[in-house]
């Protein structure tokens, strides 16, 4: 391996995933942080960019590009600042870039990891919606650059190294070998929560995970196992799997991140702390190992370990996202398009919990599903169904 820094591009570098990251850059000095982005939250960003030195900082609009620049240039700083979605594409291909961690929640992640996978860097995949919206978009782009994609989600980047050779995208190689994959999923705060207490859940009450630390929009995914069901789909994408070869396991110690049920009857699991910087680690060292910096796991502390079948009244996102993997085409993108909107609108205080499920269920059987032969027809639907769910929730204000 060369001696020089590995030189790294954090889309999203202001989220947990992205703070994560910077974590483990802080005890591995062989990373050189080359280019951060950050959304709205510009304070940080700028202490991000005061502490890593990258060339360029990427934010969502002009007037905050003006302001970080303004700030950075007083702190005698020549980090470039620049803005949009271009940016971000062209941030994430810069010839000065080794690998990308895609941690841009949702679907304004995608033409960047996109713009990574076609530029042919290390692709270090946290943006789950990428991956649902564009299906086998990805992996030709993957396939025709010779980029490499490692999973950075806590399941997948488990199966990820349980798999024989460290397999993704390679279905023949995976079904080989492979009967079966099972997602864990901690179940989220609710899961022992009265189905008739639903309707009174709160958004403090839908971010406050038992076991992770996460964004807002991804702990309500966690509280209503959306999240789970777009991971369902990933899985199925990520390693060449039908969905009849995949199944979801509450285990609410997240402990055990995921497991590989191989034809030989061996079933090989990666267990280790609920902390977002093992996998991170596990990514930007690949096919080695590096320092995390988190706790190791103590199994005598964990205590018992519990496992059991998710129960799809309490969680019917969960089974939209399984229904919508096995119809594929447009269907994925659909699901998560309507989702981000009911989130972001149960955050509002527009809609009570219990109607994130019942909005995506709408929107789905509204929208027809076709192909996702293109970019642009991922775009469409992508928008379709964003305003169809804004309809809907006008109609119930």
């Excluded at 096995?326 to 909107?341: D, F, S």
Aim: glycine share 6%; with cysteine; hydrophobic share 45%.
């Amino acid at each position: 391996m060369s001696n020089r820094p590995r030189r790294l591009c954090i889309l999203g570098s202001t989220g947990s995933i992205g703070q994560s990251t910077l974590a483990v850059v802080d005890v591995n000095p062989e990373f050189e942080v080359t280019a951060l982005s950050g959304h709205s939250n510009i304070d940080l960003l700028l202490q991000q960019c005061l502490k890593y030195h990258p060339k360029i900082a990427v934010v969502s609009r002009s007037e905050d590009a003006k302001t970080l620049a303004q700030s950075l240039r007083a702190a005698g700083s020549k980090v470039e600042v620049v803005w949009g979605a271009d940016a971000l594409s062209s941030a994430a291909s810069d010839d000065s870039v080794d690998m990308v961690m895609a941690a841009i929640v949702g679907a304004a992640g995608l033409e960047s990891t996109l713009a990574a996978a076609r530029a042919g860097k290390t692709l270090l995949l946290a943006n789950k919606e990428s991956l649902v919206m564009s299906g086998d978009l990805l992996f030709r782009e993957i396939k025709a650059s010779g980029a490499t994609l490692i999973p950075i989600d806590s399941e997948h980047n488990a199966i990820f190294q349980c798999l024989p050779q460290n397999l993704a995208g390679q279905s023949e190689e995976t079904t080989k070998y492979v009967s079966k994959i099972a997602l864990t999923a901690s179940g989220g705060p609710f899961l022992d929560r009265p189905l008739n207490e639903f309707g009174d859940i709160t958004p403090a009450q839908a971010c406050k995970h038992p076991t992770w630390s996460m964004g807002r929009k991804i702990s309500v995914d966690s509280a209503t196992m959306m999240n789970k069901g777009l991971e369902f789909i990933e899985a199925s994408l990520l390693f060449g799997l039908t969905p009849h070869q995949i199944e979801v396991l509450i285990h609410p110690q997240s402990t055990m991140h995921s497991l590989v049920y191989y034809k030989d009857g061996s079933v090989l699991a990666q267990l280790g702390s609920a902390d977002m910087r093992i996998p991170i680690a596990y990514g930007m060292a690949y096919p080695r190992r590096i320092e995390s910096g988190a706790a190791p796991l103590d199994l005598i502390a964990a205590g018992s370990l519990d496992f059991f079948e998710p129960d799809y009244e309490r969680f019917p996102c969960l089974k939209l996202g399984i229904d919508a993997a096995l119809q594929g085409g447009t269907m994925p993108t659909l699901l998560n398009a309507a989702n981000e909107i009911a989130v972001e609108a149960f955050l509002a205080g527009q809609i009570k919990f219990i109607e994130i499920a019942e909005l995506n269920e709408q929107v789905l059987t509204k929208i027809p599903c076709e192909p996702a032969s293109s970019l642009a027809i991922i775009r469409d639907a992508d928008l379709l169904a964003r305003n169809i769910t804004k309809e809907l929730i006008l109609k119930k204000n």
